[in-house]
């Protein structure tokens, strides 16, 4: 009895092990012989490759076909919550969009929908960052399409991987400057999708616009009331032996100015003009010789606008974006090499004519009005002691001192090719 019983079990053992065998040879055949789907035809012969050195987090990778589309999905595991999350929910909004996308595509259309999410990362000091963009389109057999739709979402996560805000990145109180720099084009940082920072150029982005901003100006920018008045008060002529003492009475009013600087005097003044800009003043170009640039050659035009902007590089570490040509003297030949924006004013103090401070306070107390552009000379020492009489009464009626390119910002007007004289409120 016991020896058929084993019998019996050996066989049914025997014949499991043959349909088992069978099973895998039949499949290998099958896979062998059977041609793949196009998508993963698709992704055998023309694979993508993701993005190489990440440094931030734990990488996430997958590739497949599926519903006759390709997948191709990289993303960072940071083994923290929120930062998981966020990233979570941006893949799979746009997961949902390829869908759509695919599902979009015409039954006669034998291209294969493809998509890619991938991302790259950056370490900076005091924080990381990490691009997560993806992009999706149509590829024939060869490997021949291109991205149709593409997008990117950028993170900020500091040394524990916690999502940063602007005021983490950028600093304390940035989003406030922030706030007030886009109030008035009724933008506002509290429904902004994401931002991102490359080097100078701060990208924010809402569902439907963007707006870029100088990282460079929310970090020396002060707290500006956009519903308060302001004017620019300009100092031309200089640096010079006043320079550091200009600087200092416009900080003690919490303000700041914007000093039309010539090349050849950044060159004997490097130390000034450098206060002067780390007081968060605007250092601009008025040149590099004060020529009159309406009767030189286009060469020595842009030789004098090129070498005034290195100079002042040079001393401050920074390119000037404002020009104010010597005279105000800018026909179109000139305008068309400045290539930006050039700054004349709405109240001449005709302080280069006069020299009486008391002739200075008054021009400053009767003509100025909210939104002016004030052109002061800063070599000449009746200019410094008009303005010191003036400006505590200027700032008593609520005047802020702000910078021409602060005063633009805050009045909504993208500089471009032009000639600005004041930025009146509307
Ligand atoms: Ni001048």
Redesign the pocket.
């Known amino acids: 009895m016991r020896r058929r019983r084993n019998d019996t079990k050996r066989l049914v053992g025997c014949t499991a092990a043959i349909l088992l065998l069978a099973t895998v040879i039949g499949l290998i055949v099958y896979f062998l012989i059977a041609d793949p789907s196009p998508a993963k035809k698709l992704m055998r012969d023309y694979p993508y490759s993701f993005l190489q050195e990440k440094t931030v987090g734990a990488e996430k990778q997958d590739s497949f076909a599926k519903d006759g589309s390709c997948f191709y999905i990289a993303y960072p595991k940071l083994k923290n919550n929120a930062a998981d999350e966020k990233i979570g929910a941006y893949t799979d909004e746009i997961r949902e969009k390829f869908t759509a996308y695919a599902e979009g595509v015409a039954e006669e259309d034998e291209r294969i929908p493809r998509l890619i999410i991938d991302y790259k990362t950056e370490k900076q000091e005091g924080y990381s960052g990490i691009t997560l963009f993806y992009e999706m389109g149509l590829y024939n057999e060869e490997g021949e399409g291109k991205a149709e739709e593409s997008g990117e979402r950028c993170f900020y996560l500091d040394a524990d991987n916690k999502l940063l805000d602007l005021d983490g990145v950028l600093g304390e109180d940035s989003i406030k400057k922030i706030d007030l720099m886009l109030k008035y084009s009724k933008l506002s940082t509290a429904d902004m999708i994401d931002f991102s920072v490359k080097g100078d150029e701060l990208k924010l982005r809402w569902a439907d616009e963007e707006k870029i901003l100088s990282v460079n100006a929310v970090e020396r920018g002060s707290l500006i009331d956009p519903e308060k008045p302001m004017i620019a008060l300009t100092f ?2 200089g640096p010079g032996k006043y320079s550091r003492e200009f600087a200092d009475l416009l900080a003690e009013y919490g303000g700041h100015g914007t000093f ?1 600087v010539l090349g050849i005097n950044v060159l004997n003044f490097a130390d000034e003009v450098k206060y002067v800009y780390e007081m968060g003043n605007e250092i601009a170009s ?1 040149t590099m010789r ?1 020529k009159n640039l309406n009767i030189q050659s286009s060469a020595t035009v842009q030789a004098e606008l090129d070498e005034a902007a290195e100079a002042i590089h040079d001393a401050t570490g920074a390119y000037p974006t404002l020009v104010r040509t ?2 105000g003297n800018a026909n179109s030949a000139v305008m068309d090499i400045i290539d930006g924006p050039m700054i004349k004013w709405s109240v001449d103090t005709l302080d280069w004519q006069h020299r009486d401070p008391a002739k200075l306070e008054q021009c400053l107390l009767e003509e100025v009005k909210d939104g002016d552009i004030v052109l002061m ?1 800063e070599i000449y020492e009746s200019t410094y002691d008009g303005l010191k009489r003036a400006i505590g009464t200027l700032a008593a009626k609520g005047y802020q001192f702000v910078t021409v390119s602060e005063l633009m910002q805050y009045r909504g007007i993208e500089p471009e090719q032009d000639i600005y004289f004041s930025c009146y409120p509307d």
């Open positions: 031309d002529d039309f008025h004060h010597p005279y000379h």
